[in-house]
């Protein structure tokens, strides 16, 4: 893939389960890349996906941490509630913590 790629792109290699070739994305210095790589990776919904995004939960940008929120909180990967509330204890941002709750609630929902 050269330049940039789309988030169309990664949204289909998500759909595909393509999870190895969109892991490097999540550490990708655009932004824009970095959470379309995190949605695409929540479409793929594995423990080893879930995993994944439980490690880009370490990227301090908000941005970043509220795309991997959204993507667990669709996962129902239950090992991830742990990570989403210590999240919600260290985050100062309103709307990252509603998002905590709201990922939590669905993961719950699930057991």
Do not use: W
């Not at 792109?9 to 998500?14: C, N, P, V």
């Not at 969109?22 to 890349?33: A, G, M, Q, T, W």
């Not at 210590?86 to 719950?108: D, V």
């Amino acid at each position: 893939m050269f330049g940039k790629p789309t988030k169309e792109k990664l949204l289909a290699m998500g759909a595909k389960g393509k999870l190895e070739k969109l892991r490097p994305f999540l550490e990708n210095k655009d932004i824009s890349v970095r959470t379309a790589a995190a949605e695409a990776i929540g479409l793929i919904n594995t423990d080893e996906s879930s995993n994944a995004l439980i490690l880009a939960l370490r990227d301090t940008t908000e941005e970043m941490q509220i795309a991997v929120v959204k993507a667990l909180g669709n996962s129902s990967y239950q090992p991830a509630e742990e990570q989403l509330r210590q999240l919600f204890k260290r985050t100062s941002s309103e709307t990252l913590k509603e998002l905590c709750l709201e990922a939590i609630k669905s993961i719950e929902s699930h057991q």
